[in-house]
């Protein structure tokens, strides 16, 4: 049985720690307006992400990395809007972070004093575990992301899943193992196998969601376009469409055009009525003017 939002208490990184401890599965999705916020809200989600995914399926690049910082504030912002009960996770955009860990915590006391959200993600590991560490010390809580990076996907070879061989997935888990270190409260972990999170989760404190990462994560997170069928672009293999909205979309678009094109919309019950002594007054009141 779903849990009426108004009823709900807030969730925190502390209650995420529990459910973790619970064994009890944690729910991410995406969201970019304040509409879809108001939707996920309802639904009763633990965490929302405003991620640079906006870049493609709201603002139309073709990759995450053009998306400015001030473009995802203002989407981060709009989503805080529409949220109660959600823990609200912002990205931080390619190039807001990765050259200095001054430049990583401006950006990040950015998206927090500006947007309200509870905290930021960055992608990788290497230097982000540096970027990462600075950030917990400057009060900045941190959701790490490894396995397929879209921002660093050319130098991964595209859009494919990561840690395939031994040394692959060795590299992944130590990334994560890094960035747990470094501070981190969460970490996402996208299009690696399934056996690959299986033997993170053992060695994680933290929770894990996974995106494409196979059942054993703590959590999954989904594209809110993606799953419900908005976005028409090439879907993930680790995509499950939960709604058809385009297509329900379109259709009713469509319909409204045709009606306008044929005169049946506006029908007189869709106007605004006027008395009809009023209508005789401004007949005698035009001409007069």
């Keep these: 049985m779903s849990v009426h939002p108004a009823s709900r208490s807030r969730v925190t990184l502390g209650s995420l720690a529990a459910k973790k401890a619970a064994g009890e599965k944690i729910v991410m999705v995406t969201a970019y307006d304040y509409p879809g916020a108001q939707i996920v809200e309802a639904a009763g989600v633990d965490v929302v992400l405003v991620g640079d995914s906006a870049a493609m399926t709201v603002l139309g690049y073709d990759s995450t990395v053009p998306v400015t910082i001030d473009e995802m504030i203002m989407l981060t912002a709009a989503v805080r809007?529409?949220?109660?009960?959600?823990?609200?996770?912002?990205?931080?955009?390619?190039?807001?972070?990765?050259?200095?860990?001054?430049?990583?915590?401006?950006?990040?006391?950015?998206?927090?004093?500006?947007?309200?959200?509870?905290?930021?993600?960055?992608?990788?590991?290497?230097?982000?575990?540096?970027?990462?560490?600075?950030?917990?010390?400057?009060?900045?809580?941190?959701?790490?992301?490894?396995?397929?990076?879209?921002?660093?996907?050319?130098?991964?070879?595209?859009?494919?899943?990561?840690?395939?061989?031994?040394?692959?997935?060795?590299?992944?888990?130590?990334?994560a193992v890094a960035l747990q270190d470094a501070g981190c409260s969460l970490i996402v972990v996208e299009a690696v196998p399934s056996s690959v999170t299986a033997a993170l989760i053992p060695r994680m404190e933290i929770p894990v969601i996974g995106i494409g990462a196979g059942a054993d994560a703590d959590g999954q997170v989904l594209v809110f376009h993606d799953l419900l069928g908005i976005y028409d672009g090439g879907a993930a293999r680790f995509v499950k469409r939960y709604a058809d909205l385009r297509t329900d979309a379109v259709a009713g678009v469509t319909a409204y055009a045709n009606e306008v094109r044929t005169g049946e919309y506006p029908a007189p019950e869709h106007g605004y009525a006027m008395p009809a002594d009023e209508v005789a007054r401004l007949g005698e009141l035009l001409p007069q003017r």
Excluded: C, M, N
């Design 81 to 175: 809007r529409g949220l109660s009960a959600p823990l609200l996770v912002a990205d931080l955009p390619f190039g807001s972070y990765e050259a200095s860990d001054e430049l990583a915590i401006a950006t990040a006391q950015r998206f927090i004093k500006e947007t309200g959200a509870d905290a930021v993600k960055i992608e990788r590991g290497g230097t982000t575990v540096d970027r990462a560490r600075a950030l917990v010390a400057a009060g900045v809580p941190v959701v790490g992301h490894v396995g397929l990076t879209p921002q660093t996907a050319t130098s991964l070879g595209g859009y494919r899943a990561q840690g395939r061989t031994a040394d692959k997935a060795a590299r992944v888990i130590e990334d």
